[in-house]
């Protein structure tokens, strides 16, 4: 018998692609297109690296003070991970324990079934209807659990605080995750439910809107009960794990509210820009609340639009996958970078 | 039915104090008294924080190759994680999935039997002997894999590269883990036994003798095809752990090798003091290769030395635990930290 036959046997994941290669327009990520907080290169200047050879606070108190007193919660209704992928993945393992399926939607964010597949949890996804928007019926069935983005991905709806409260309100017998990553750029987050529904975990990322995605920041919100048996989980098996470089610069980012909003404010006039201008070239689109368009062309198949920005430079998002391989998902760049973007569309869209 | 009864229910592990309080002398957790390569806070104050908007590589190539030049390998036989926890968590979940039990010491690094609980890998623990050796013999039965530490935790007993073969080499159908936290303190590294055995992964960490708890890196080298799945099963459901910081800090910290051999001599020189004048206190230990020393006095309880030097700002590491109830662990720190720590235990050793 070889070792290999013990060995876990998975098909990995394709992320975004992350060229190395200068120059390049790269709108394949949804990262923020402007610099962190100023105050996160002084205090890296300011920083005793000498005290990296101790361990980091295991309870990275400085960053969840921070964001507690920035949303107003307690600190113990507040969890950090090494971004929102790590958070997301513990709070499937820690909550969706029960033997019926967790819900989501069948076009959503890609890793929910990779996680659920993993932790060996059952689960069901619910289609969006033809508009892609949430159908709060289908939460209505037995499940051991609900989560759902909202803004969803790769779509960029918004679905409005009612709709949200309504397939909670259905679900006290489960824990309801809303994956925030997208809602700083015009959504309308679940947090003020949080003090209402104890089984409301809210997520959200510092890769987009606080321009991190280089740290690896993630954060949840919810109940202290919710969030004490996050801990506990956690704890069980790893005590260090955000470094002390992401607890000081990030609790930095946070405390930063001007520059956050400024960015944030930025992105969404230039996507405003961006939607009128697309349609102009023959794309639709849903209305897009988060920091990328998720755009079909009305006569150009996607795949040959995006291989062929690829051939400019220019980077964006295609799944050949069903329901969505007509669509291609553009991060909101600078206004720079999205007219680089327009005119390289018009001239190839015209010259068909 | 409440949403709690879906929840995940743990034993959260109790990590090693980390005390907020300054001017205490802080020998609990073994970390490296000595700061990290002067290089890392210079390069701190060149990077371009500015980046940290972009998602890191996630294939962390400047760490990965740094470490496969320092260490002779190709880079595709080499793994870097948050932390060696990380790598060692993740190599259970993709080694070790045969359904006999896997091996390790009864007296170990107390997170492996955490680990197998949390994938669900049945376990057996082998008693080490009455000197805190490993009896190789007891790796002979039908196994879904091996781990040991070497030099072993908290004993600090370093086994001969020849024991660790016999081991491997009996062990050729599942995946053997030599988890080297310690080696670089006079350990012998298994390191050159991976060209030789495919099955064989060597497991290192930021955290001790590179002054780095601070920034959470840990890493392994084995064969390209074991570097290759554990690869498959990161990527299958989180391909960004590492932030950016740790990827170039880490490198130059393996780049400066003058800093590290002088750091690490120096711990060795005090830990052989140590070691001596512990002796003439009345205290006995096994001979200890790591940055740490496993210590029993031959008339006073661990556990009342133990809170005694708590009293005067003193941390040491106590387990009230089988088998080593009646020792405690003292981290080797600097030559000045040593000297109060004996200026105490004399005083103290005297005084009852």
Chains 1, 2 share one sequence.
């Not at 070239?281 to 062309?297: C, E, K, Q, T, V």
Request: charged letters at 25%.
């Amino acid at each position: 018998m070889s070792w290999e036959e013990k060995v876990r046997r998975v098909t990995p994941y394709v992320a975004g692609e992350q060229p190395q290669k200068k120059n390049i327009i790269k709108l394949n990520t949804n990262e923020c297109p402007y610099p962190p907080a100023p105050g996160v290169a002084r205090l890296a200047a300011e920083m005793d690296w000498e005290a990296l050879r101790l361990y980091p606070d295991p309870n990275t108190s400085v960053l969840v003070n921070a964001l507690a007193a920035y949303y107003g919660v307690k600190p113990s209704q507040v969890f950090v991970g090494v971004g929102s992928d790590d958070v997301l993945s513990l709070a499937f393992m820690t909550f969706f324990n029960g033997n019926q399926p967790i819900l989501f939607p069948d076009v959503t964010y890609s890793f929910y079934d990779v996680w659920a597949e993993l932790y060996r949890i059952p689960y069901k996804t619910c289609a969006l209807d033809e508009n892609w928007h949430i159908r709060p019926e289908d939460y209505r069935q037995p499940n051991g659990g609900v989560i759902f983005p909202n803004p969803n991905a790769p779509t960029g709806l918004l679905e409005s605080l009612g709709t949200v409260e309504e397939i909670i309100r259905a679900n006290q017998d489960a824990v309801v995750i809303v994956d925030e990553a997208y809602v700083d750029f015009g959504g309308v987050s679940a947090l003020p439910l949080v003090e209402k529904y104890d089984n409301l975990l809210v997520v959200q990322t510092f890769s987009k809107s606080r321009a991190m995605a280089g740290l690896r920041i993630g954060f949840c919100i919810g109940s202290e009960k919710l969030i004490g048996y996050l801990n506990d989980v956690k704890f069980s098996f790893n005590s260090y794990t955000m470094n002390l470089p992401s607890q000081i610069l990030g609790a930095e980012a946070v405390r930063d509210d001007a520059w956050f909003r400024e960015t944030t404010a930025k992105i969404i006039t230039t996507r405003e820009r961006v939607k009128k201008e697309l349609k102009e070239l023959g794309f639709s689109f849903p209305d897009s609340r988060a920091n990328f368009i998720f755009a079909a062309h009305e006569s150009i198949p996607a795949e040959q639009i995006f291989r062929a920005l690829r051939q400019a430079d220019i980077y964006v998002r295609y799944w050949n996958k069903p329901r969505i391989s007509e669509y291609m998902r553009i991060t909101v760049g600078t206004d720079e970078e999205m007219d680089r973007l327009l005119d390289f569309l018009k001239e190839y869209v015209n010259s068909l």
